[in-house]
């Protein structure tokens, strides 16, 4: 049971990275637009996408699943201090903390790897 709870868990919290992803790239020139309103150059939406797109793929994959949690970990973040600093604004603060949740979760893989239904685990 352990295995299909990771298995369940991997996809869960994957889903959230693979939707803003493929929002990203419909709305391409509003996100750019969005980050530069808080300074960040939109140029850096192009690995946001390839992350936000790869990272749940290859979680969900169980393929180095260490090093692309790690790698989500810290991208949650960092957005969450960039884009969702307003504290004084109840939907930024639970952004925020969203942010740093998922961080967490993402931590956890980092620590843990997957279980058996994984590529890590049919490669090694």
Same mark, same amino acid.
């Given at each position: 049971? *352990? ?17 803003? &992803? ?16 808080? &300074? ?21 994959? &169980?393929?180095? *699943?260490?090093?692309?949690? *790690? ?32 961080? &967490? ?20």
């Amino acid at each position: 049971m *352990t295995n299909i709870l990771d298995f369940c868990a991997r996809i869960l919290i994957s889903a959230l990275f693979f939707t803003n &992803g493929v929002f990203k790239i419909l709305n391409y020139d509003g996100t750019v637009n969005w980050m530069e309103g808080y &300074g960040v150059p939109g140029i850096l939406i192009i690995p946001a996408i390839i992350l936000e797109i790869f990272g749940p793929v290859l979680i969900i994959l &169980g393929y180095k *699943t260490k090093i692309t949690a *790690t790698f989500l970990s810290v991208f949650c973040l960092v957005t969450a201090f960039i884009f969702h600093n307003d504290f004084s604004n109840q939907m930024q603060l639970t952004s925020f903390l969203k942010n740093i949740a998922l961080s &967490g979760g993402f931590l956890l893989l980092a620590i843990n790897g997957s279980k058996k239904f994984s590529l890590d685990k049919k490669l090694n």
